[in-house]
Structures are given as C-alpha cells and as structure tokens.
C-alpha cells in the first residue's frame, strides 16, 4: 500500500476512488473516501438504508494467527467465548489490558482450531498484533496481513441480489464466512486476475444485511469493478466514511477511540454480552469482573433530540449546572431526520430522562434511550 502526499496510507483501490472523485479524509493513519461527487453522505447513507452500497474498508487491520492451538490461544486473549463457534463463524469480541480498558473492538472469523482472521480498527493493529505475539506460545504466529488484503463491503437490502449477479456466494447466516472463487473475465471494464479468491463474511457496521469481502490487495481493483458492475441493476453506490459513521451511530455501533477506549470498560460501554463471562482467562477478566458485580459508575447511552440540535463528540451534558456526562459520538440522522448521539453517562441517569446538552452557547434538551436508533435489518434472512 502507498502513501499518499500527506504521508498517510492508501488503499489499493485509492486510484478507483480519484477516478470516482471522491473527497478525501485521514481516518486512523489512512487516505479514505469520506464522501463521492454526485451522492454525498446523505444519498450514500440513504442507498444502504434502501438499496445497496459498497464501502472500501480495506484501511481495516487484517491478522492471521495459526499453528496449533491457535484458537485456544486467541481465546485466552480476548474477551468474547471463541468456543462459542465453529468453523466458518465469526464472533464480535475485544482485546483489554488487564485493568479493563478496551485495546481494540474487533471481529475474530475462526477458519479452524489452528487458524483464526482478526480484523481490528486501522489505527489499532500494530497494538493487537504487539500485544498478541507477545503473548503467543511457541508453535503459534501472529502475521499482520495488512498491506496483503483489501476489504470491500457490500451493504444494504439488495446486497443479496449483488453478490449473486457478481457470481458470488449469498445468503449464508449472519456471523458466518464462505470461501469463493470470483471469475472477472468477460466482464467490462474489468482488469486483473481471471480468478480471484474471495471470502464472503456476513458481516458489516451499518446494521443493514451485507458482507465484507476480503481479498488480495493486487485483486482489489477488479473485485470492485465486478461489484459495481453487478450491483449497477440495483442502484448500488459507492459510500464513504461519513455515510459509515452515520450508520453506525443510528445502530449505536461504538468506535474506538470515542465510544470505548483504553478509558472506557465494556462493562461501561454495555458491551457485557461479547463478554464471555464464565471463561477461566481474558485479559482483563479480574478488573471486569469486579466493575461488574460493583456496577459501573457511568454507562453509554443513547440520546435523541427533543428539539434541532446536532451532537458532537465532546459537549457536555448538565443537569442545571453540574455535568453528568460526555456525548462521545454524536451527528444528524439521515433517516430519523433529528439529531442523535452516544453519550457516557452516570449511572444513575435512568431511560427515559431528558437530559440538557450544551450546544454551543445554548443549551438543548435531548431524551436518553437505548440504542439502536432504528429497526435493524442486519440478521434478516
């Protein structure tokens, strides 16, 4: 993978979004789409919502760790049961220190017993890699497969009918993967390797039915041309990172770095169910534990505005003058059509309260809830 002018990182499919114009943003070291001329975030966030969209996420980390008892070491590690799935399945879990704090939140695909695929946030990589091969046993290895792979993710309701047209598999559960070989020859304006192997992972950040597809970055360029070309049918557009923001917020799906950090526990961030609780080791499993049975003294929280005003990371909210919390994500939903935020609240702020957010010089009312924001369509099928 290049760099780009500003020393950021590039995706190999950088030259298909320029070629796109798209407009550019740094997002955790990377060069990324943040939106494309003609669409913009609200059409792009209204095309997942309705029909299709495709997102280069390949900025996304990519570990492989193998050798026997891969698994099982990857289990002693994080926080979520890996026993839980077999073969083919994927699991939702996290990587703490030992005082609870979040690492990374990321997504564990279990090949087999010896071989485990780890996507962790872009910036957080190089830590979930140290931390790993610093703890692995003889026998077993961590690889960062970074600038190996690229991710493209197919998301929305007609992701389906896409993948199919694209001669690819469709239609597996949610949280599972399948292997595949896409053929690219014969299809126009296609360039690249007459095969390709895909793997077709059910899985997504928007909480539409989608797929992440992971491939070699030297394939990248042609598996996007074939998804675009299949997808052309079905209203498929390309979307950037402010669309995937907006849908993630809508779902109430944290980011690192806002939402959970090395400062923010799972116990905190309501994260307890990717928490296999009765496992004899995780990192951190002590210290949550302990803030478990205690109970956290605040808690993430959703917030919907009673009035026009748009959270943003950062503001303060009040109960008259004495701050009670800290809006960690916050922007305008495209679907709700009101303002909408994740915030970290004391503990003792119950559903259903309406809280004050400063806005600026003013103040605004906002009802505390519980997230998601709108019906998800992510395991439907």
């Known amino acids: 993978m290049d760099a780009s002018a500003d020393g950021l990182r590039t995706s190999p499919l950088h030259a298909e979004h320029e070629r796109l114009r798209a407009r550019f943003a740094g997002f ?17 966030h209204a095309a997942v919502r309705g029909q299709v969209g495709v997102f280069d996420v390949s900025h996304l980390g990519k570990v492989r760790v193998t050798g026997p008892g891969a698994a099982a070491f990857v289990n002693d590690c994080l926080t979520n049961d890996l ?14 220190t030992e005082e609870g704090g979040v690492v990374d939140d990321l997504i564990a695909y279990r090949y087999g017993d010896d071989d485990v695929f780890l996507v962790p946030n872009a910036s957080n990589a190089p830590a979930v890699v140290a931390v790993l091969a610093g703890a692995a046993p003889a026998g077993v290895e961590v690889r960062d497969q970074h600038a190996e792979l690229a991710v493209v993710a197919v998301q929305g309701p007609r992701s389906d009918e896409v993948l199919s047209a694209a001669g690819l598999p469709a239609g597996h559960p949610y949280m599972s993967f399948v292997t595949a070989e896409l053929d690219t020859a014969g299809l126009d304006d296609v360039q690249g390797p007459a095969g390709v192997r895909v793997s077709v992972c059910r899985t997504g950040y928007t909480g539409e039915r989608g797929y992440e597809l992971v491939v070699p970055a030297e394939a990248a360029v042609a598996v996007w041309r074939a998804v675009l070309a299949a997808g052309e049918p079905y209203g498929i557009q390309p979307a950037g990172l402010g669309a995937r923001d907006t849908l993630r917020t809508e779902m109430g799906y944290p980011l690192h770095g806002q939402d959970i950090s090395l400062d923010v526990t799972p116990v905190q961030a309501g994260l307890g169910w990717a928490v296999g609780w009765q496992k004899p080791r995780f990192r951190g499993r002590e210290a949550l534990l302990a803030e478990k049975q205690a109970g956290p003294a605040r808690r993430l929280r959703g917030l919907r505005a009673r009035g026009r005003g748009i959270p943003r ?69």
Do not use: H, K, N
Not at 35 to 44: D, T
Not at 313 to 321: A, N, R
């Open 313 to 381: 990371p950062g503001m303060v909210l009040v109960d008259g003058d004495r701050p009670i919390g800290t809006v960690t994500s916050g922007t305008f939903s495209p679907t709700l059509r009101t303002g909408i935020a994740l915030a970290l609240v004391e503990a003792g702020v119950p559903l259903g309260a309406e809280v004050e957010v400063q806005v600026r010089s003013r103040r605004e009312v906002f009802e505390v809830v519980r997230p998601p924001f709108v019906q998800p369509g992510v395991r439907e099928g």
């Open 83 to 96: 026993d839980r799935i077999g073969a083919g399945q994927a699991q939702y879990t996290l990587l703490c």
């Open 28 to 44: 955790g070291g990377w060069s990324m789409p943040l939106e494309y001329a003609g669409g913009g975030v609200l059409a792009e």
